[in-house]
């Protein structure tokens, strides 16, 4: 038996759906249940038992190209953040729950900008970033390397004399035990414990976690229980759309680097809070460029990870520069996000710039609309995250749109409602065009997808196919989810044929 025919066999199907069927007596005799074939909620997913609060945080932190991402994903145990040999690829702090290998002690790891002596602009916020999280830390990992000390390493240490206490020096790129006779050249500033390791060829990082373990206080972490998922939403448009100053005014801090520069925020940068009771996770992704325009490795490896961030989140926030308007670019990104079935909010970004005229609103959301009609049923919301403007009603937009991904739709209603639709308006009946639709399942949910099986799947027009999305929408309160819509010819079917 080959794999279709067990899947059909699964999906408990009513009787055939009869076109002549009133609206009374459409109905199945025979008792239906749910759809068994709908795959569980994120909020029935298997979840983690606890979510760990009050972990203790520890900062990366090291000129630039001392290999502080590679620890940072050695730590992790998987490519987290961008590692490439240009010197500041890392702008954005990364924070990321991490458990220290051969430990049962969990802690928050920050990978961070490179230290710079001569900077400005952009590498300037940079720094301020990253001493700003050195701040904070319970312990600082300052980390240099053992084949160079350079005068941006001699001042960041000075920098740091004051905070030795909660400092581990690690020296990386101790490749072999040859290396670590170096540990004089290191040893003169004073650090104590200083530790040799090489984060890309796995060296002492074991001992290194040990290390990080005895020198914290967990006392103050807390195990909660958790009751719901975290809805997750991401933040993706072109640059210089807003996307960072919308993911600090959602945050409450100055989580991302903000600046016109185009391409700032390069790795994801992933945050934390709580609206009205509900818990956020939010990721602020790298800007969108037209392919053609991206030009190094660096950008496309950023854009790589932006685009594959969909997959990890249920709603995704489409930033559109209100003065710009909808461009090609905006499509695909809206694209990407419904062939992966997640709900899009446009979000026209920066309306504290447009002109104050009535129904300025309604006329930008009607254009929108009508040049991106495929996506007509997506909302649409006004938002000045620098002024703190329709940030409400952006939630509260995502809050609705997660409950419809995630609505169960039993298969005996279901079918009720396709057979009421079949004879309000039949399929075309022309030879090439006949088919005979006998039952419907809801397959999951968030995604939003759906089987239907006919007699004839390739006879069944695309017309037809976004009539039968647009009834699931209006019938079972899907507005502004995207629907996925499989027809497959039933086993009886395929057997006759």
């Known amino acids: 038996m080959n794999k279709t025919s067990q899947e059909d066999r699964q999906l408990k199907k009513p ?7 009133s609206a009374d007596s459409s109905a199945p005799k025979r008792k239906q249940t749910s759809a068994p074939a709908a795959s569980q909620t994120n909020e029935e997913a298997a979840l983690p038992a606890f979510r760990y609060e009050n972990l203790p945080l520890v900062v990366l932190a090291g000129r630039p190209n001392v290999g502080k991402s590679t620890l940072f994903n050695r730590l992790l145990g998987k490519r987290r953040a961008i590692t490439d040999p240009t010197p500041g690829v890392t702008r954005d702090p990364i924070e990321e729950e991490c458990e220290l290998r051969g430990t049962d002690k969990k802690v928050i790891v920050v ?3 490179g230290f710079k002596i001569e900077r400005e602009g952009l590498d300037e916020l940079v720094v301020a970033r990253t001493l700003a999280y050195i701040e904070r830390a319970n312990l600082v990992l300052f980390m240099v390397d053992a084949m160079e000390i350079t005068p941006e390493d001699e001042e960041f ?34 650090f104590d414990p200083v530790l040799f390791i090489s984060a890309e060829h796995n060296r002492n990082i074991d001992e290194l976690s040990e290390a990080i373990a ?3 206080d967990f006392t103050s972490v807390r195990a909660v229980e958790i009751e719901k998922a975290d809805i997750r939403i991401a933040i993706m448009g072109k640059p210089n759309t807003g996307k960072s100053t919308l993911l600090n005014a959602l945050l409450g801090q100055e989580r991302s680097i903000v600046s016109s520069e185009p391409g700032t925020t390069r790795d994801i940068v992933e945050g934390r809070f709580t609206w009205k009771g509900r818990g956020i996770t939010v990721l602020d992704t790298a800007g969108i460029r037209r392919k053609k325009k991206v030009t190094d490795n660096v950008e496309y490896y ?3 990870r932006s685009i594959a961030v969909v997959n990890r989140a249920d709603i995704v926030i489409l930033l559109i520069d209100a003065e710009e308007g909808l461009s090609d670019q905006d499509k695909k990104i809206a694209a990407f996000a419904v062939e992966a079935g997640r709900p899009v909010v446009f979000a026209l970004s920066k309306w504290d710039k447009m002109p104050k005229m009535k129904n300025a609103f309604e006329a930008a959301r009607d254009r929108l609309r009508f040049f991106f009609g495929q996506m007509a049923f997506a909302p649409v919301v006004a938002i000045s995250a620098k002024e703190g403007e329709g940030i409400d009603k952006l939630m509260s937009t995502i809050i609705s749109l997660y409950s419809k991904a995630n609505r169960a739709i039993e298969t005996a209603k279901l079918n009720q ?16 065009t006949r088919f005979k639709l006998r039952y419907a399942v809801q397959a999951s949910m968030n995604p939003q997808r759906f089987i239907f099986f006919v007699t004839r799947p390739e006879a069944v027009a695309e017309s037809y196919r976004s009539f039968l999305k647009n009834k699931l929408r209006l019938e079972f309160g899907l507005d502004g989810i995207p629907i996925q819509l499989e027809l497959r010819a039933s086993h009886k079917d395929r057997m006759r044929s």
């Open 302 to 304: 950023s854009v790589t």
């Open 157 to 190: 240490a000075a920098f740091l004399r004051p905070y030795a206490k909660k400092l581990i020096l690690v020296v990386n790129k101790a490749d072999s035990p040859e290396r670590d006779a170096l540990v004089w050249t290191h040893a003169k500033w004073g």
């Open 111 to 113: 990978d961070t900008g």
């Open 417 to 432: 409602a396709v057979a009421r639709w079949i004879e309000e308006t039949p399929p075309p009946a022309g030879p090439r």
């Open 214 to 216: 005895a020198r914290l």
């Open 15 to 21: 009787k055939s759906i009869k076109r002549k069927a």
